[in-house]
């Protein structure tokens, strides 16, 4: 495969991966913020929320996917997320509670766990990028 094409598939991949980062943080923030519910419940309902969101969007736009097995794909692309929802449940885990952040000011945002997030969500974009390229849309010989 070229690499030209990958990195514009990259590009697109990340565009998407954007509004699903709007999508993931806003409901994470709802959930933890608004309904009190526990940090990695609430990161595990905004990344799967999230991960269906961006299926749709990849599958239409960033790879093109015309396969008539959609439940199929859909099925691939909900596994390599749900790994990917592990990948960035065990960073979140290993760094919400390290000291990232140095405590200028004092307040009540708990920055630990939301520079966690953001440095899991990069590891897993490049994670699911690679299998959704390689495994979920991968087009038949």
Same mark, same amino acid.
């Given at each position: 495969m070229e690499l030209k094409p990958l990195v514009f598939?990259?590009?697109?991949?990340?565009?998407?991966?954007a509004i699903g980062a709007v999508?993931?943080? /806003? !409901?994470?923030? #709802?959930?933890?913020?608004?309904?009190g519910m526990p940090d990695l419940v609430s990161n595990?309902?905004?990344? $799967?929320?999230?991960?269906?969101c961006n299926y749709y969007?990849?599958?239409?736009?960033?790879?093109r996917s015309t396969s008539k097995e959609?439940?199929?794909?859909?099925?691939k692309f909900f596994f390599v997320s749900l790994?990917?929802? /592990? !990948?960035?449940? #065990?960073?979140?885990?290993?760094?919400?509670?390290t000291t990232i952040v140095?405590?200028?000011?004092?307040? $009540?945002l708990d920055w630990n766990f939301w520079v966690a997030k953001?440095?899991?969500?990069?590891?897993?974009?490049?994670?699911?990028?690679?299998a959704n390229n390689f495994f979920t849309f991968k087009k038949k010989k």
């Open positions: 598939k990259f590009i697109k991949f990340g565009i998407v991966g999508v993931d943080f /806003g !409901l994470t923030a #709802l959930c933890k913020g608004i309904f595990a309902i905004g990344f $799967t929320v999230a991960a269906t969007l990849n599958r239409v736009w960033t790879w959609v439940g199929v794909e859909y099925a790994i990917g929802l /592990g !990948l960035n449940s #065990l960073i979140m885990f290993l760094l919400k509670d140095p405590r200028f000011v004092e307040t $009540t953001v440095i899991a969500t990069g590891v897993v974009m490049v994670w699911n990028f690679l």
